[in-house]
């Protein structure tokens, strides 16, 4: 089995790069349809799919100029540990029978011996170091690499991170075609809601958050009826709402025992735990105050803002 080029991404830029990336799934979607992307939901891959979402390029940040500036380095870096050849393959590639599963590989591996492979460059924050100690391998990583594993027909693929920009570690993963199964079994759900615009289900995620304020940013003065499921949710808010309440009180009654046992002292001990009461210090600036002396500069620097309010009453 081998992989169909579906187009050469050589010449191509991001813009018209993530426009093809709308005509499949891709590596890093994979995780988020099989649930397990740290950043995604399938909520938020679906709209996107179905072109709800304007294509947006994100300015260069930091990590992401570092990222891509280091990801050559580390490629060389990994051919230099494992004297295996590594290239660029500058295309989005298609699953032979399954077209909706779709890659834009890191690198090609060449091994005579083996045959190709893939590579996967990464570059991480100290900080996530935990997340790739002994032999872990983030499971969105993973996921993305059977995934391409599984468009490619490939056996193998390796993983070259470089960590905190001081540390470089190289994970071999061979392909995994009961995994691969059902991760073909779920892609194809998927890309059957994306067919028949079924959205998925709303969770509680920050990105289904998301999703709905970029869907959904205005308001219209209307009332409608909601459907009889809506009694059930009505009910669930409340609740939630009572608990997260009765949660904050004993919290605060805790907090103000262990308060009234330190007394003015900053520390106290019990067991393998610290409880701590600081002394602290910030500035803020007075608007109040800004306000009345100063009007025309409040003015200057007020910035407005527009959002939908949520309540239950």
Known sequence: MTAQVLVSTREMDRA????????????S???AVAGFNPWRTV???????INLFPIEIKEQNERMYWGNLLEDIVAKEFTIRTGLKVRKRNAMLQHPEHSFMIGDVDREII????????????TTDAFNRKEWEGDRIPDHYYIQLQHYLAVTGYSYGYFAVLIGGNKFIYREIDRDDEFIESLIKIESEFWQLIENRTPPEVD????????????????????????????????????????????????????????SMLGENEVGVIGDRKVTWK???????????L???????????????????????
Not at 16 to 27: D, P, V
Not at 297 to 306: A, M, N, T, W
Request: a positive charge.
């Open 279 to 289: 002394t602290s210090t910030s500035s803020r600036c007075d608007t109040t105050a």
């Open 111 to 122: 091994d005579k011996k083996r045959g190709k492979g893939i590579l996967e460059v990464k």
């Open 204 to 259: 509680s995620s920050k990105s289904a958050t998301n999703v709905l304020n970029s869907l959904y940013p205005r308001s219209v003065k209307n009332e409608i009826a909601l459907p009889s499921e809506a009694k059930f949710l009505v009910m669930q808010y409340d609740k939630a709402l009572q608990d997260e309440n009765d949660a904050k009180k004993r919290k605060e009654e805790a907090a103000n025992k262990l308060k």
């Open 291 to 313: 306000k009345a002396e100063m009007p025309d500069i409040y003015k200057q620097f007020l910035k407005s803002s527009e959002s939908r309010r949520f309540s239950v009453n």
């Open 29 to 31: 979607d994979a995780s």
């Open 43 to 49: 909520l938020e891959v679906f709209y996107d799919k």
């Open 16 to 27: 018209e790069w993530l426009l093809w990336r709308r005509k499949g799934i891709g590596g």
